[in-house]
């Protein structure tokens, strides 16, 4: 009985956790990478916004609308990301 045990025990925690480790390591390296994306292109945007349109910022509280922009630009892309989330289970079905 002790062994049927041990062994059960072994199956149910073991063979979830090392499918979670593959699950988990992707996705931290695909959030990493995507990151990583999202802030060159948002910099990306504020860089281009105050070169070509700086000129047309000029004043007190001008000067902030380039970084409203790119503020702008990442929570969109926060609202794609989130709205993408699918997965709630390690389980595959």
Do not use: C
Request: net charge positive.
């Amino acid at each position: 009985m002790v062994d049927l045990v041990k062994e059960y025990a072994r199956q149910e925690t073991l063979g979830p956790l090392r499918g979670a480790g593959r699950w988990i390591a992707f996705g931290l390296a695909g959030s990493l990478l995507i990151g990583s994306g999202v802030l060159l292109v948002v910099l990306g945007i504020l860089r281009l916004v105050q070169n070509e349109f700086g000129d047309t910022f000029d004043g007190r509280w001008m000067g902030l609308l380039p970084y409203l922009f790119a503020l702008l630009a990442s929570l969109a892309v926060i609202a794609i990301a989130v709205s993408r989330i699918s997965k709630s289970s390690l389980h595959r079905d």
